[in-house]
């Protein structure tokens, strides 16, 4: 008795097996296993042809049905992404990990979009093949850095996919949210915060902003008492 598949979704672990007149009557078990590939694809199915050969002219070129198997595909389309949120603290960097979650049929590119330029991004897309689809491929996420004291700072990467994989190609990813929180502080400072004179000298302290006013300030100065002066009443930066 021989058993041919017509397809290699399944396979068996003899193609054939032989019955005597000793053990005609003894049942004969053959493997039956699906094809484990990592697509994303419907039920396929396997018809398995079988054909008999014997001197005994009863049984040879018996008429015998295909046996039919389904084969149920276990692989998801999808997108692994490492974090689905960053809050990043000014000046900080993170890193972004993305795969596939199944082996695509065409290549997949991923565009990345920024919704304001709170951060930048190492790369602004990202490209998946048939190969290597399931190597992890990183981008770096870097806070933008200045001098102003703020507010946290809102960001969002919207991630659009390419691909001739339909199953890809259809796929809908939410934006990844990104906080930035700022670290600076608003403060005066001074050079020193005590002076020690003696009459008709002079010395002198400097003042600064501790970080980036949004408008102009102004330092009002004001000596407590007549035993000294100041050479100006205020400074602006």
Do not use: C, M
């Not at 014997?54 to 295909?66: A, G, H, I």
């Not at 000046?91 to 199944?102: C, H, I, K, R, Y």
């Not at 933008?144 to 809908?172: H, Q, R, V």
């Amino acid at each position: 008795v021989s058993l041919t598949p017509d397809n290699a979704q399944a396979t068996l672990s003899d193609e054939s097996f032989i019955f005597t007149a000793d053990n005609w009557n003894v049942a004969q078990e053959i493997t039956v296993t699906g094809a484990d590939d990592a697509i994303d694809e419907t039920t396929s199915t396997t018809n398995i042809a079988i054909t008999t050969t014997s001197n005994d002219p009863e049984y040879n070129n018996l008429s015998v049905d295909d046996v039919v198997i389904s084969v149920a595909d276990n692989d998801t389309t999808g997108i692994n992404i490492s974090d689905a949120s960053f809050a990043l603290v000014e000046e900080e960097n993170d890193t972004l990990t993305v795969s596939l979650s199944s082996q695509p049929t065409h290549t997949v590119t991923l565009n990345l979009t920024l919704d304001s330029n709170n951060v930048t991004l190492s790369s602004s897309a990202l490209t998946f093949t048939t190969s290597d689809w399931n190597t992890p491929q990183a981008i770096t996420i870097s806070s933008i850095i200045n001098d102003t004291k703020g507010a946290t700072l809102i960001d969002s990467i919207t991630i659009g996919i390419s691909s001739s994989d339909t199953a890809y190609a259809g796929l809908s990813l939410s934006p990844i949210s990104i906080s930035v929180t700022d670290d600076e502080s608003a403060n005066i400072v001074l050079s020193g915060t005590a002076l020690t004179l003696t009459e008709g000298v002079t010395d002198s302290v400097t003042v600064r902003l501790s970080s980036e006013p949004t408008n102009s300030v102004t330092v009002n100065l004001t000596s407590q008492t007549a035993q000294s002066t100041l050479s100006v009443p205020s400074l602006t930066f």
